[in-house]
């Protein structure tokens, strides 16, 4: 069971980090149709929380994981 459990969080995980680094690619487009800094500083804010949070995730899981 808790291997079972820890491949669903490791499949989210990564899924985080694919969405995430679609986003990174995506900025450069992004940035024309925000035009306030603070938008922009918001999203790039988000968006390296949540590669350093899948990452993060996936380290620390990598040591304390089942087996």
Known sequence: MARATYSIF??????LIALAI?????LPWSYHLIADPEGRTALLVVD????AG???FLILGDCN???
């Open 10 to 15: 490791v499949d989210r995980a990564i899924g």
């Open 22 to 26: 679609i986003i990174v690619a995506s």
């Open 48 to 51: 390296f929380a949540s590669l």
């Open 54 to 56: 899948g990452l993060g």
């Open 65 to 67: 994981g089942p087996g």
